[in-house]
C-alpha cells in the first residue's frame, strides 16, 4: 500500500481511539509506527514525543513529524489530518449529542465510568514512554526527581523541570 495511505489510515484510526486526548492512545501509536510499519525507532520515537511536550502547542502535533519523517510534507500533512480532523468530527457530534442530554442519569453515570478509563489510558501511555526512555540507575532517578518535582512544586513550569532532568542526562550520561 502506498507509504501516504498508510499514514493517513494509522493516524485516521489513532484519532478515533484517542478517548481522553493523544496521551491515551501513545502505546497504540508506538506499536503501530515502531512495531507495525517500522517507521521510527524506539530512540526517535521518545525524542519526537519529548520534543512535542516542550514546543508550543498540543503535544500530538509530534504526528506531523512522524508524517515528515515517512513520506515527508505530504506526510506531515495526511498525520495531521488524519489525527485532528476525524477526533474534531467526533467532539462536534459527542458535544452536541452531550448537550441534548443535560440532566439525564445515564450521562452523569457515562461521566463517572470514562473518569477511570481515561485516567488508565494515560497511565498506559507514561508507562510505554518510560520504557523507551528509563535505562539505568541514572535515568531512573531522574525521572523520579523530575515525577516528585511535578508533583510536589506546584509553582515550577513542568516544562522546565523536564529540560533539567534532559540537561542533567546530557551531561551525566555522555
Not at 502547542?57 to 515517512?70: C, R
Not at 485516567?119 to 526527581?145: F, P, Q
Not at 511535578?150 to 509553582?155: A, C, L
Request: glycine share 14%; aromatic share 8%.
Amino acid at each position: 500500500m502506498n507509504e501516504n495511505l498508510s499514514v493517513l489510515g494509522v493516524f485516521s484510526l489513532l484519532s478515533v481511539l484517542a478517548v481522553g486526548g493523544g496521551a491515551a492512545v501513545l502505546p497504540e501509536t508506538k506499536a503501530l509506527v515502531i512495531d507495525t510499519h517500522h517507521w521510527l525507532t524506539d530512540d526517535q520515537f521518545r525524542d519526537i514525543y519529548g520534543l512535542g511536550q516542550v514546543v508550543p502547542g498540543p503535544n500530538m502535533l509530534m504526528v506531523m513529524v512522524i508524517g515528515y519523517h515517512v513520506t515527508g510534507f505530504l506526510g506531515a500533512l495526511l498525520a495531521y489530518l488524519g489525527f485532528f480532523v476525524p477526533a474534531g468530527a467526533i467532539s462536534l457530534g459527542a458535544s452536541r449529542l452531550w448537550d441534548h442530554f443535560e440532566g439525564s442519569p445515564w450521562r452523569a453515570s457515562l461521566q463517572r465510568g470514562m473518569a477511570p478509563l481515561v485516567v488508565g489510558l494515560m497511565a498506559a501511555g507514561a508507562i510505554a514512554i518510560a520504557r523507551t526512555a528509563i535505562e539505568g540507575a541514572m535515568t531512573i532517578a531522574i525521572a523520579i526527581a523530575v515525577f516528585l518535582g511535578v508533583y510536589f512544586v506546584k509553582r515550577i513550569n513542568p516544562a522546565i523541570l523536564v529540560l533539567g532532568g534532559g540537561v542533567v542526562g546530557l551531561i551525566a550520561l555522555r
